[in-house]
């Protein structure tokens, strides 16, 4: 046997790696246009040759925005509200604060959506008050539900949820349920299988096998809506799962905030589903029967801003700087993953060089720990400028909302993490009402005190290798 013969399998191997170094740089120097993340990725192709270039194959290469560019496509054009004929929502002297009138302006111009008058929001703490107010608007159905959810349990307040769902398709009630192809493998048995055996329709979204499980991973449709009759809609970050429910003491009890809604802006959020229906089924879904006429039921002003790797790249990030920028008195944030990119970085620091209050609370202990260990390498950067950072004592608490200066806020399904923030398929509502913004500011301020405060000293004093293991996750937040 010849060298070469006996060394072919290292040739190809070798030759692979260095076609595939050359071209993952190449592509990295043309299209990637976040120098943080770059950096990151070429020190990886260049110093793990073979495993570094499959990496960027799955997680650095911008697959999600092309696979996402098709998620519009044809018919399924996105939806944009006419250009309003009145003014903005608060345009006269019902807004006092100039700030509030350019923020409302600037949201205008970034979601696809109007402003809506007239709505009314009611909040709703863990599973125990979400899932029953939900699986009762469920039971009273007349004409249609729409569902999605990022995760949707069969076992447990899920197997109560596909009863109810199977009873309302044999009483005449058209439903339709979605649920995200890489939630479905959060539990088994699927929910997808469950619920078409009880004569549900029900879809998948963006289903995929074997290796294009690691393509398209980050193409996660991470919405929470459930609408009934197009009139009741339910939206926020609460997925549907036994750990919810707080009262039957769970084995992974998961604290959360989810959100009634009633108003013109219930539109909007069917509008979001019926969207990401006609993408996974080609169905189309308008007309009184999913889309009638609205009447006003409370004094909250709501837009919704919808964000994903399609033509709405983006949009949320840009969302909340603007809010960021608009703050003349205090900011809230309240997330269960805390990777804020550079530019809401710099914004959450400009807040407290201007004086503006800001206040940040996440888990003390995160159910990925890698992701808190990460976050804990950004604190010092904002407590150096006045911020303060608290952390929640378990059990974990996937709560997520955003106040500016008590009037606006921001509730759905956004982390503040690259992969809400970019890679996933995302709903929130702006809303301005001062009431609204002090039942949620009470709500925090009741979590807070039951949290710790870390201060740079608290930093300074952890153990080195806690420290080192901070810092080596800290290199991976461009993937996390």
Same mark, same amino acid.
């Given at each position: 046997?010849?060298?070469?013969?006996?060394?072919?399998w290292a040739?190809?191997?070798?030759?692979?790696?260095v076609?595939?170094?050359?071209?993952?740089?190449?592509?990295?120097?043309?299209?990637?246009h976040?120098?943080?993340?770059?950096?990151?990725?070429t020190a990886?192709?260049v110093f793990?040759?073979?495993?570094?270039?499959?990496?960027?194959?799955f997680?650095?290469?911008?697959?999600?925005? +092309?696979?996402g560019?098709?998620? +519009?496509?044809? +018919?399924?054009?996105?939806?944009?509200?006419?250009v309003?004929e009145?003014?903005?929502?608060?345009?006269s002297?019902?807004?006092?604060?100039q700030?509030?009138?350019?923020?409302?302006?600037?949201?205008d111009?970034?979601?696809r959506?109007?402003?809506t008058?007239g709505?009314?929001?009611?909040?709703?703490?863990n599973?125990?008050?979400?899932?029953?107010?939900?699986?009762?608007?469920?039971?009273g159905?007349?004409?249609s539900?729409?569902?999605?959810?990022?995760?949707f349990?069969a076992?447990?307040?899920?197997e109560?949820?596909?009863?109810?769902?199977?009873?309302?398709?044999k009483?005449?009630?058209?439903v339709?349920?979605?649920?995200d192809?890489?939630?479905?493998?959060?539990?088994?048995?699927?929910?997808?299988?469950a619920?078409?055996?009880?004569?549900?329709?029900? =879809? =998948?979204?963006?289903?995929s096998?074997?290796?294009?499980r690691?393509i398209?991973?980050?193409?996660?449709?991470?919405?929470k809506?459930?609408?009934?009759?197009?009139k009741?809609a339910f939206?926020?970050?609460?997925?549907i799962?036994?750990?919810?429910?707080?009262?039957?003491?769970p084995?992974?009890?998961?604290?959360?905030?989810?959100f009634?809604v009633t108003g013109?802006?219930?539109g909007?959020?069917?509008?979001?589903?019926?969207?990401?229906?006609?993408?996974c089924?080609?169905?189309?879904?308008?007309g009184?029967?999913?889309?009638?006429?609205?009447?006003?039921?409370?004094?909250t002003?709501?837009?919704?801003?919808?964000d994903g790797?399609?033509?709405?790249l983006?949009?949320?990030?840009?969302?909340f700087?603007?809010? @960021?920028?608009?703050?003349?008195a205090?900011?809230?944030?309240?997330t269960?993953?805390f990777?804020?990119?550079?530019?809401?970085?710099?914004?959450?620091? @400009?807040?407290?060089?201007?004086?503006?209050?800001v206040?940040?609370?996440?888990?003390?202990?995160?159910?990925?720990p890698?992701?808190?260990?990460?976050?804990?390498?950004?604190?010092?950067?904002?407590?150096?400028?006045g911020?303060?950072?608290?952390?929640?004592?378990p059990?974990?608490?996937?709560?997520?909302?955003?106040l500016?200066?008590?009037?606006?806020?921001?509730?759905?399904?956004?982390?503040?993490?690259?992969?809400s923030?970019?890679?996933?398929?995302?709903?929130? @509502?702006?809303?301005?009402?001062?009431?609204?913004?002090?039942r949620?500011?009470?709500?925090m301020d009741a979590?807070?005190?039951?949290?710790?405060e870390?201060?740079?000293?608290?930093m300074?004093?952890?153990?080195?290798?806690?420290?080192?293991?901070?810092?080596?996750?800290?290199?991976?937040?461009p993937?996390l």
């Open positions: 046997m010849t060298w070469f013969e006996q060394n072919f040739l190809v191997l070798a030759l692979a790696s076609v595939g170094s050359v071209v993952a740089l190449v592509h990295l120097l043309l299209k990637h976040d120098y943080r993340s770059a950096a990151f990725w990886l192709i793990t040759p073979l495993i570094g270039p499959l990496l960027y194959l997680f650095g290469i911008n697959i999600l925005q +092309r696979s560019r098709r998620y +519009r496509s044809g +018919r399924h054009e996105p939806w944009h509200d006419p309003p009145k003014p903005l929502p608060f345009e002297n019902s807004c006092a604060a700030e509030h009138q350019q923020l409302a302006r600037t949201l111009r970034i979601s959506f109007s402003f008058n709505n009314h929001l009611e909040l709703l703490r599973g125990d008050e979400a899932m029953p107010r939900m699986l009762e608007q469920i039971r159905a007349q004409h539900i729409t569902l999605a959810s990022y995760i349990e076992t447990g307040i899920g109560d949820f596909v009863t109810e769902l199977s009873l309302a398709v009483r005449g009630v058209q339709r349920v979605m649920v192809d890489a939630g479905t493998r959060y539990s088994w048995p699927p929910v997808v299988e619920l078409e055996k009880a004569g549900v329709p029900a =879809r =998948r979204f963006m289903p096998r074997i290796i294009l690691l398209t991973m980050n193409l996660r449709n991470h919405r809506i459930l609408v009934v009759d197009g009741t939206t926020g970050g609460m997925n799962r036994e750990g919810n429910m707080i009262s039957r003491a084995d992974h009890p998961v604290h959360d905030l989810h009634e013109p802006c219930v909007q959020i069917q509008r979001v589903f019926a969207e990401d229906w006609a993408f089924t080609g169905e189309t879904l308008e009184p029967l999913w889309f009638p006429e609205l009447s006003s039921s409370g004094e002003s709501a837009i919704g801003i919808v790797p399609d033509e709405d983006e949009i949320m990030p840009a969302a700087f603007a809010a @960021l920028n608009a703050a003349r205090e900011v809230k944030v309240i269960p993953y990777l804020p990119n550079l530019v809401l970085m710099g914004a959450l620091r @400009l807040c407290a060089i201007r004086g503006v209050k206040t940040i609370l996440t888990p003390s202990k995160n159910n990925i890698f992701v808190g260990w990460a976050a804990q390498t950004l604190y010092p950067d904002l407590l150096a400028v911020c303060r950072i608290f952390e929640s004592a059990p974990f608490d996937h709560s997520k909302f955003f500016v200066d008590g009037v606006w806020s921001f509730l759905g399904s956004t982390n503040w993490d690259p992969r923030l970019r890679l996933n398929f995302e709903f929130n @509502l702006a809303c301005h009402d001062a009431e609204l913004g002090q949620l500011s009470a709500e979590k807070l005190a039951h949290s710790r870390i201060t740079l000293e608290t300074e004093a952890a153990p080195m290798l806690q420290r080192l293991r901070n810092g080596f996750a800290r290199l991976f937040i993937a």
